[in-house]
């Protein structure tokens, strides 16, 4: 009994232990969320802006851009995998992973051959312990995503894209992020960046619809030059927002319930606990009283 009860006392320590863990991990992601949230925010007119404009030149312009035709035949895609640096955030990474297994099973369908990008060492760490190449990898910083670092992804993407696949390039740029809907649900999302297939805020005339003039200067060539790398800065920047914000929610939604788990486990070995330190009194007490009717009976 009294080796028993020490396990119990052990494992409440254990778990109390675990407990101050999660519940200092759960109170640094709510306060990083609020940050999260609020750059994710002020990113967000810029992005919408950016989207317009680039909509309105691809839309009513003549002019075919590298970075807007649909090419011929395709034959090569990327994909770019946005997911975390460290762990203990639920299923964030692992579904965002799962969505771009399903993406790539899908361009392979179409006789595509995909080029991997990952964002995160979670992706980095899945796909090299399943032997997958990637064409490049970026680790550090997800829950605090810099401009720099999007900038370098997007001039990645965007060369790649102009190389074509013809020529160790890519024909089409997706990007598998989770997009932040509120503190409870994270959404796993896929979107084409490249060739422009949205169309934010603009709609598409109808046959008997007069077209508005537009006036370029400089010309149309030069304004999408301009205008589309910065639409994919943009975009690649606003889903790592979207991807650290997510991160902190699923982090402290999952920390959470760990500190809860880890209250039940107490009250469970403390009941446990207290019933073997009772099992153990009531023999002492047997054996004593055993003990005293054996000295009456030998008398």
Do not use: C
């Given at each position: 009994m009294g080796a028993q009860l020490r396990v119990y006392r052990q494992k409440i320590r254990s778990a109390q232990t675990t407990k101050k863990i999660t519940r200092a991990m759960e109170l640094i992601s709510a306060s990083r969320i609020q940050k999260a949230q609020a750059r994710m925010a002020a990113s967000a007119p810029y992005a919408r802006a950016v989207t317009r404009a680039v909509s309105a030149v691809a839309t009513y312009s003549n002019v075919d851009h590298?970075?807007?035709?649909?090419?011929?035949?395709?034959?090569?895609?990327?994909?770019?995998?946005?997911?975390?640096?460290?762990?203990?955030?639920?299923?964030?990474?692992?579904?965002?992973?799962?969505?771009?297994?399903?993406?790539?099973?899908?361009?392979?369908?179409?006789?595509?051959?995909?080029v991997n990008y990952l964002v995160g060492r979670k992706a980095v760490q899945y796909y090299a312990f399943r032997r997958r190449t990637a064409a490049k990898e970026w680790m550090g910083g997800t829950d605090q995503p810099t401009f720099e670092t999007a900038k370098d992804i997007a001039d990645t993407l965007v060369d790649a894209f102009i190389a074509g696949g013809e020529n160790e390039g890519v024909d089409e740029i997706h990007i598998v992020y989770n997009r932040f809907v509120s503190l409870v649900t994270q959404t796993p999302e896929i979107v084409r960046v490249l060739p422009l297939e949205i169309v934010d805020g603009v709609?598409?005339?109808?046959?008997?619809?007069?077209?508005?003039?537009?006036?370029?200067?400089?010309?149309?060539?030069?304004?999408?030059?301009?205008?589309?790398?910065?639409?994919?800065?943009?975009?690649?920047?606003?889903?790592?927002?979207?991807?650290?914000?997510?991160?902190?929610?699923?982090?402290?939604?999952?920390?959470?319930?760990?500190?809860?788990?880890?209250?039940?486990?107490?009250?469970?070995?403390?009941?446990?606990?207290?019933?073997?330190?009772?099992?153990?009194?009531?023999?002492?007490i047997s054996e004593i009283v055993g003990g005293a009717d054996a000295l009456v009976s030998a008398k």
């Amino acid at each position: 009994m009294g080796a028993q009860l020490r396990v119990y006392r052990q494992k409440i320590r254990s778990a109390q232990t675990t407990k101050k863990i999660t519940r200092a991990m759960e109170l640094i992601s709510a306060s990083r969320i609020q940050k999260a949230q609020a750059r994710m925010a002020a990113s967000a007119p810029y992005a919408r802006a950016v989207t317009r404009a680039v909509s309105a030149v691809a839309t009513y312009s003549n002019v075919d851009h590298v970075l807007t035709t649909e090419r011929e035949n395709p034959r090569r895609a990327a994909v770019v995998v946005f997911s975390s640096d460290r762990g203990l955030a639920g299923g964030f990474s692992s579904q965002v992973i799962r969505e771009a297994n399903e993406l790539r099973t899908r361009l392979e369908g179409e006789g595509l051959e995909v080029v991997n990008y990952l964002v995160g060492r979670k992706a980095v760490q899945y796909y090299a312990f399943r032997r997958r190449t990637a064409a490049k990898e970026w680790m550090g910083g997800t829950d605090q995503p810099t401009f720099e670092t999007a900038k370098d992804i997007a001039d990645t993407l965007v060369d790649a894209f102009i190389a074509g696949g013809e020529n160790e390039g890519v024909d089409e740029i997706h990007i598998v992020y989770n997009r932040f809907v509120s503190l409870v649900t994270q959404t796993p999302e896929i979107v084409r960046v490249l060739p422009l297939e949205i169309v934010d805020g603009v709609e598409e005339p109808g046959e008997t619809d007069v077209l508005p003039l537009y006036e370029f200067e400089p010309e149309v060539d030069d304004v999408l030059d301009g205008l589309l790398p910065v639409y994919i800065e943009s975009r690649i920047f606003n889903a790592m927002l979207q991807s650290a914000a997510s991160e902190h929610a699923a982090r402290q939604k999952a920390m959470k319930s760990a500190t809860d788990n880890a209250d039940k486990l107490i009250r469970e070995y403390t009941r446990l606990a207290n019933n073997a330190r009772q099992a153990e009194i009531t023999q002492q007490i047997s054996e004593i009283v055993g003990g005293a009717d054996a000295l009456v009976s030998a008398k």
